[in-house]
């Protein structure tokens, strides 16, 4: 019997201290939310002489950055060549490169700011369900493979080799990717952010932003206020009615995970045996992975509403024991979930949302690199205006009859889950 705790949050390093914002503060840059987004946002604000405050609702890392499956995967749901037709050439390759390169962002900052986040790069493998999902992989693995990035894709047996389950009938295998404790990266990037300079303030829910002069004042649920000429909204799937378009533009959909006492020998080594990642190209995407004491670890799609009962996790359990029989009899000890913004064409997005007020939303499940990348795309955005961000910024589209998007999320869930059944997807 599971219980309905994160494990990140037994297994993390010490929370920094962020004690709630009182009375009135001042600063070049107001940042709200402190995930990978904001986070990185401060820290590369302060890192180059500005100053900032992050006010964050909760705690740093509380939303997804404190909650996700700690697989770091470089990359968009794009494929270069596509983004280069989408882009044009010059346009195209600088995103790409970038987005190509957002594990390496991170790893970089695991080394330079000594981040103990148990960060290695241990690549990700991408399970091939179907024929159709086969060709799209192995397109992949040769436009990145013409672009120099150490990947490949992997026949069936190799795949088998490779995850320890007989499931795919191919994989594509990143190189590039790894696996960190989220909550530990997120607690360690607001540490970085203070040392650097940066205040950051937990239990400082922003309730309302209005002009004052040429810049905001923000108000928070207690009263206390800052004032400063830009601000950064990093509030992503956790977005609440600040600007309500946000929320409206993006579909928050729950993600869940379920996890396993620590693994007996040899069992643990017979499941992804050289540390990887691992998620599936099915629409409705399985993912797991071990942690650092081998408990796996395994993740999928929840209800479009507050996940409770047990049996909102039940898929996953049958997951691990279709996938792997032998932990038949092995004790489930955590479950828990979060969100994650998904825009529905899978792109993310930068907004200006209103004249000095910025925001980067819609991760797609690959937030970890992209969100801290993103980050210092945001803070050089708020630092010098004439900065073109390799993601153009874009106009907010809500996502039209909103109040129907559980409706509708759910109809999409089951047609992606036979498509998947199928084959056809
Ligand atoms: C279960 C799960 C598994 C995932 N697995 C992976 C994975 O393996 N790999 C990967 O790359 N990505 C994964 N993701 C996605 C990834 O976690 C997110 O993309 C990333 O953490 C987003 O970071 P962020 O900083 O943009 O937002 P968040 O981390 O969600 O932070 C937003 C913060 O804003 C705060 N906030 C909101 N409104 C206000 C306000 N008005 N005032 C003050 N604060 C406010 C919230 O409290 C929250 O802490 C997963 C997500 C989930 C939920």
């Known amino acids: ?18 004690e709630p914002l009182k009375g009135e503060a001042r600063a070049d840059v107001l940042v709200v939310g402190a995930g990978y987004l904001g986070l990185s946002a401060a820290l590369h604000i302060a890192e180059a002489g500005g100053d900032a ?80 999902a086969a060709r799209l992989a192995r397109s992949r ?10 990947v490949a894709y992997v026949e069936a047996q190799e795949a088998e080799r490779l995850t320890g389950a007989r499931a795919y009938i191919g994989a594509f295998v990143d190189r590039r990717a790894g696996r960190l404790q989220p909550l530990s990266y997120a607690r360690e990037l607001a540490r970085a952010a203070i040392a650097a300079g940066a205040r950051v303030h937990g239990a400082s829910r922003v309730v309302s932003l209005d002009r004052q002069g040429a810049g905001w004042k923000a108000t928070t649920a207690t ?24 929320p409206r533009s993006i579909v928050a959909a729950t993600s869940l995970q379920i996890a396993t006492e620590p693994l007996p020998e040899p069992l643990r080594g017979a499941i992804l045996p050289g540390g990887e990642v691992l998620s599936d190209t099915r629409k409705v995407i399985r993912y797991w992975r071990l942690d650092a004491a081998g408990r796996l670890l395994m993740g999928g799609r929840g209800p479009y509403r507050e996940p409770g009962a047990e049996s909102d996790w039940a898929h996953l359990v049958r997951a691990v024991h279709g996938l792997y029989p032998a932990l038949r009899g092995i004790a489930f000890t955590h479950r828990w979930g979060g969100r994650v913004a ?13 004249s000095g007020v910025l925001a980067a939303i819609g991760c797609q499940g690959r937030g970890i690199g992209w969100q801290t990348a993103m980050g210092a795309e945001l803070a050089r955005l708020a630092m010098d205006e004439t900065y073109q961000s390799v993601l153009p910024v874009s106009p907010i589209k809500p996502i039209p009859f909103s109040p129907l998007k559980r409706v509708g999320f759910t109809a999409a869930l089951h047609t992606m889950r036979a498509l998947d059944r199928l084959g056809l997807s």
């Open 1 to 18: 019997m599971s219980r309905l705790a994160n494990l990140w949050e037994e297994t993390a390093v010490a929370a920094p201290t962020a």
């Open 53 to 132: 405050i992050v006010l964050e609702a909760e705690a740093p890392g509380y939303g997804a950055s404190g909650r996700n499956g700690g697989q770091l995967i470089p990359g968009l749901k794009y494929d270069p060549d596509e983004i280069e037709a989408l882009f044009g050439r010059e346009r195209g390759e600088r995103l790409w490169r970038f987005a190509g390169g957002t594990a390496d962002f991170v790893f970089g900052l695991v080394e330079r700011l000594d981040l103990r986040a148990e960060a290695s790069r241990t690549a990700w493998i991408q399970g091939v369900h179907s024929e159709k």
């Open 141 to 150: 693995a040769e436009q990145w493979q013409r672009r120099g990035a150490d």
């Open 223 to 246: 009263g206390a206020q800052v004032i400063a000429k830009k601000v950064l909204l990093c509030g992503n799937a956790y977005s609440d009615g600040l600007f309500p378009e946000l």
């Open 342 to 354: 998904i825009h529905p064409d899978y792109w993310p997005r930068l907004h200006e949302v209103r």
